[in-house]
Structure formats: structure tokens, C-alpha cells
């Protein structure tokens, strides 16, 4: 019996050598899945082990995490189960077999770093007036002169109506390999252009606000990330030379405020925080950038968001729960009260940023590009949507109610007041007014309110629809303008505002031989060469020209007869002659039997 028990003792022994030994595929450790009960355990873990912690399931309860015998050890005494996974792959997501130009390869939704700047330089000389960059700084690279890159930054805002002006600050990839950050920055970008002048939102955002996006906080690490490197780090070589593979600075622990109360002192561990507060020129770049629009007279408002992957959190100082909650609504990520040592509290703490939290998007460092277009796009597009209307003033605003569902029908304006929308518990209010404005916003001087009232006769629900004819005095019938429409729940809070246009020009016409319209799409902003796609309801000649904006013909993208269903054609972005046309704004123009369409668009690089 004795002999067996010591079999057995060595069996497990050997065996688990083995595990460690053959399963070794990664110098740092093994790959395990660490199976939790509920989501404070999986965020203890994530936090515990963050640089370690590679992808979650929250519908099977598991991590995936990447962990050294001691950490496999600590996590085995907290209730957790571990499973080995020897053969995972950390690009286990990536489409090898999709190739898109400019992009990281296997991942056709993340752009290159020089890609991006490519775009955002081609935007701003497209559209100057509402567009430009500013360079906030120098990457550790650029600074030793050994290539690198500057902190570009892009603003967005209609430079023909002067501030100052509340703002959105945006930033990724302070961690280098969370592909998804940067991308969904620039996606913000594109929405706003493509709606700019067609969505009164998207257009009084940018007339009266300012987007600011830095892609990169840690383009040199992002770098390596893209090569396929689980890269999160600087590459700063002044540390953990023994190891040039885990050199470099955790950007996220080098913050001014609250330096080396979060990650290590060790220079080989992910989580380095750096030999001082602020030593690296990255988190420089990134602090002297906050201060410089955040730290104004007069102040005003701010909200600075730094996206992260992944784990779908949002994490923020207490004073921000409520605008967390209304963020968490769009996006249906958990908002939980911050960690210490955070890059983002600087500007909160010490740059004078009215609100500032961390986005921990999606499920995986390495995010799949499906679940990246389908999910973290549409939902958090909804939350910086959120976020740059709210900026003048987000604290309070967040504590009123949303102005949603506008319609105007025979001068009769319809909205919905709602203080109900939270992605978690808030104490709500019921309603207590409407009001809407005339071409003049309600925080411009001379505004004047005209209150609605609502439907059923009474404010006394957390969520009424209102309503209000039109002031003839006020409204030109030969002209577009802006209806803006806000609520105020029993508390006095006002909420977000929300706009329409009276006398929006219909974009689409039907044609009478055809008796359905047709659908036509094409990406915005265009980046030839471009799929253009049609739907048609009966075979027809369609024309589809390009046109400058004084309404000349450049090139004739097709000009023959289609069946009825589905058809797409490829544009190179070149004129009649064969010569590739300047990026700039130019409109479509299609003719299909007795209907014209027209549609403005942005062609960048």
C-alpha cells in the first residue's frame, strides 16, 4: 500500500513536470482556461493577472490565460479551476485567407498604423475646414532617432464657427497588441464625416464640439503587435536588456497620478511602471496633450475616454457612475469604480477633464474581426455618439433624461423624453418638460425655448412622448434648419440634446418605371478601389457618374442596362481619362429612367 501511494506521488509529479515541460510554448508560461462562477471572480483575475489574461467567454465562464507556475498556484487556492490548453493560439481569430491592403495581415478590420495616418492626413486636406492634426509629441524611437513615429492627433469640428469648445478626447493602443482600440477611434471619425450636413446630430456636434483622436499612445509597441507579436509594452532598450523580447514600459502604469501603486518595479514584467512618474515620452506626449485643452479658463467640461482590450468594463473614478451608466447602456458593458494607477486619471485628477473612464472592449487582445464590425462597432459607436454630445457639461447632463425618436410631419414635431436609460441600476425621475429650439442651440446666448407638451396630457412618467407645432416666426420655408429638442426630468436635470432638420431634402427618389426605389451603397469615406453595390426591383439603364461640386461630370462609373437583384461594380478612383482624381469631396450621381439621386462623398487616401 505505502509502495502504491509513492507510485502514485511520483506519477503526479512527473506528470505535471511533463505538462510544464512540453506545454511550454510560450517562455512566459502555459496557457491555461481558468474557469469563474461569476463576474467579480473574472475580473479579479483580469486584474490580477492582466498582462497574462488573454481572451474571456462570459457566456462559458472561462479565461484563457497565459500563467507561470507560482501564478497557477495562487489562482488554484481562490476557487478557480484550471484546465491546461497546450495547443491554443493566440490568433486562433485571424483570417488567413482575407488580405486587405494596408491592414494587419489575417485581420482585415485593423488598419496599419501608417494607414491610419495616411487617412487622417487625406481627410484633412479633403475637408480642411473641419479637419487637421496636431503633433502632441514624439514616440521613445522618434527620440532616439531610430525611426518612431509623432503623436499625431486629429480634430474634428467646423473651424468656421470659433470656441473654445467643450471636447471629446479619444486614445488607443496604449497597449500595443489590442488591435481593436485604434480602429474603433477611426471608425467615430468616419461616422462623423459621413453624416456631416446629413444627420443634424453629427452636424451640431461638430459645429459646437471637437473630437480629438490619438490613435496610437504606443505606435512603436503597435509595431510589433502587428507583426503578430503579443507585444504590449514600449521598446524602450534602457530596460530589461537581459530580455530584449519584454523590454520596454507598461504606458498604463506610467502615469503622473498615482505612480507604482499598480504593476511592478521588475523591468521585465509586462507590467513595468518605469523608473519614475511620467519618464517615458509617450505618457508625456499624452499628459501635456490633456492639459493642454483640458486645463483651460474658461473651463469647460471634457470627456477623455482611453480604450482598452478587453473584458467589456468600463472603468472610472465614483464621481463618473452615472455618465459610465449612460455609457453602459449603448455598449452593455459593466461599469465598475476604477483601480489605482490607471493612465486616464491624470486627466481627470490632474488635467481638470470634467469626465474620464477606460473602455475595455471585447473579449480578446487579438479581437476577431466579426465580432468587432458586428458588436463593438454599432454599440459603442452609440457611446462616443453619447459622449460628444454630453461633453459640454457630462456629469450633470448625464443625470437628465435623453431626447430620443425626433420627427417632424406637417410642421408638428414629435420626440421621446426618457430618463430610463441606463445600462445599470440609477435612481430615475419622472418628467417634467420639453422644450425645443430654433437654429440656436440652448447654450448659446439669445436661445429661445419653446416648450412642448406632452401627448397624453400629463408629465408624470419616467418616459412621455412630447410634442409641439412648429413657431411659423421662426422657421424659413426656403431654408434647412435645425430643430434642437431637450428634456428635464423632476429633479431639473437636463439631459443630452437632440437635433433634426426641417426641410431635409429627400436623398432618395424613386423612379416611376421602376415603383420601388433602389438601394445603393458605397463605403464613406471612399478609399479606392471601392465596391459600389446596387439593388434593383426591375432591370433598368443606370447611369452612376461622378460629379465635382460645382456639378461637372469626372468620371463615368457605369452608364449600361441592369437586371433586377443585386449587382456591385469596382470604382479605381480615377476620372475618364485614367488619371487618379485628388482626394477631396465629390457627390454620385445616379440616373435610373426618370429619377436622379444625388449623394455627397469623401474620397481619401
Not at 473654445?164 to 471619425?189: C, D, M, N, Q
Not at 507590467?271 to 499624452?286: D, H, I, L, N, R
Not at 441600476?425 to 446666448?445: F, H
Request: hydrophobic share 35%.
Amino acid at each position: 500500500m505505502k509502495k502504491s501511494a509513492f507510485f502514485l506521488c511520483v506519477f503526479i509529479l512527473v506528470s505535471w513536470v511533463c505538462l510544464w515541460a512540453n506545454s511550454a510554448n510560450n517562455e512566459n508560461g502555459q496557457f491555461f482556461r481558468v474557469y469563474f462562477k461569476d463576474k467579480v471572480m473574472a475580473r479579479l483575475a483580469m486584474e490580477r493577472f492582466e498582462a497574462g489574461a488573454m481572451e474571456i467567454s462570459y457566456t462559458d465562464k472561462y479565461l484563457v490565460m497565459l500563467l507561470t507556475p507560482e501564478e497557477y498556484d495562487e489562482l488554484s487556492g481562490l476557487n478557480y479551476t484550471l484546465v491546461p490548453c497546450p495547443d491554443y493560439d493566440v490568433h486562433h481569430s485571424r483570417c488567413p485567407n482575407i488580405t486587405r491592403e494596408g491592414t494587419i495581415p489575417g485581420y482585415p478590420s485593423y488598419r496599419l498604423v501608417e494607414k491610419t495616418f495616411e487617412i487622417a492626413d487625406s481627410i484633412c486636406k479633403a475637408l480642411p475646414k473641419l479637419g487637421r492634426i496636431v503633433d502632441a509629441g514624439d514616440s521613445w524611437e522618434k527620440t532616439q532617432g531610430i525611426g518612431g513615429y509623432d503623436h499625431k492627433v486629429l480634430i474634428l469640428t467646423n473651424a468656421d464657427i470659433p470656441g473654445p469648445k467643450p471636447k471629446l478626447f479619444v486614445t488607443g493602443a496604449i497597449h500595443a497588441r489590442e488591435y481593436a482600440t485604434s480602429e474603433l477611434a477611426l471608425r467615430f471619425v468616419y461616422y462623423l464625416i459621413k453624416n456631416y450636413g446629413k444627420d443634424a446630430d453629427a452636424t451640431w456636434m461638430l459645429d459646437h464640439h471637437e473630437y480629438h483622436a490619438m490613435f496610437y499612445i504606443n505606435p512603436d509597441g503597435r509595431k510589433h503587435a502587428e507583426k503578430g507579436e503579443m507585444w504590449r509594452k514600449t521598446t524602450n532598450t534602457d530596460y530589461c536588456k537581459s530580455t530584449p523580447s519584454k523590454r520596454g514600459v507598461d504606458l498604463n502604469r506610467n502615469s503622473e497620478y498615482s505612480w507604482g501603486t499598480m504593476g511592478s518595479s521588475d523591468e521585465c514584467n509586462e507590467t513595468f511602471w518605469g523608473p519614475k512618474a511620467a519618464s517615458e515620452p509617450e505618457m508625456q506626449a499624452v499628459q501635456k496633450y490633456q492639459d493642454q485643452i483640458f486645463n483651460t479658463t474658461p473651463k469647460l467640461g471634457g470627456v477623455y475616454i482611453d480604450m482598452h482590450c478587453y473584458g467589456e468594463i468600463i472603468y472610472k473614478p465614483s464621481a463618473v457612475a452615472t455618465l459610465a451608466r449612460k455609457f453602459s447602456y449603448f455598449n452593455g458593458y459593466d461599469a465598475v469604480t476604477t483601480r489605482g494607477g490607471q493612465a486616464y486619471e491624470y486627466a481627470f485628477y490632474k488635467a481638470g477633464v470634467a469626465a474620464g473612464c477606460l473602455f475595455e472592449l471585447g473579449t480578446k487582445f487579438f479581437q476577431d474581426t466579426t465580432y468587432f464590425e458586428q458588436t463593438i462597432v454599432p454599440k459603442n459607436l452609440q457611446a462616443l455618439i453619447y459622449a460628444l454630445k454630453a461633453c459640454r457639461d457630462p456629469l450633470k447632463i448625464a443625470e437628465g433624461p435623453d431626447a430620443i425618436t425626433l420627427s417632424i410631419t406637417n410642421k408638428v414635431l414629435k420626440a421621446t423624453i426618457d430618463d430610463t436609460r441606463y445600462g445599470q441600476t440609477v435612481e430615475t425621475q419622472n418628467i417634467a418638460g420639453a422644450e425645443y429650439y430654433i437654429s440656436t442651440p440652448p447654450w448659446i446666448s439669445g436661445a429661445t425655448p419653446i416648450a412642448m407638451t406632452a401627448t397624453d396630457g400629463a408629465f408624470d412618467e419616467k418616459s412621455e412622448e412630447v410634442t409641439a407645432t412648429l413657431s411659423p416666426e421662426y422657421l424659413n420655408d426656403k431654408a434647412q434648419v435645425t430643430i434642437y429638442v431637450r428634456g428635464k426630468d423632476a429633479s431639473g436635470n437636463w439631459g443630452a440634446v437632440s437635433a433634426i432638420f426641417y426641410n431635409q431634402p429627400n436623398a432618395v427618389i424613386p423612379a416611376n418605371e421602376l415603383k420601388a426605389p433602389i438601394t445603393f451603397t458605397f463605403p464613406h469615406p471612399l478609399i479606392p478601389p471601392a465596391t459600389i453595390r446596387l439593388q434593383l426591383p426591375h432591370a433598368a439603364n443606370i447611369q452612376i457618374r461622378v460629379c465635382d461640386l460645382k456639378g461637372k461630370s469626372v468620371a463615368t462609373v457605369l452608364n449600361q442596362t441592369l437586371g433586377t437583384g443585386a449587382h456591385s461594380l469596382q470604382w479605381d478612383g480615377k476620372n475618364n481619362a485614367g488619371n487618379a482624381l485628388p482626394y477631396g469631396m465629390y457627390v454620385f450621381e445616379l440616373r435610373a429612367a426618370n429619377s436622379v439621386w444625388a449623394e455627397k462623398f469623401i474620397m481619401v487616401k
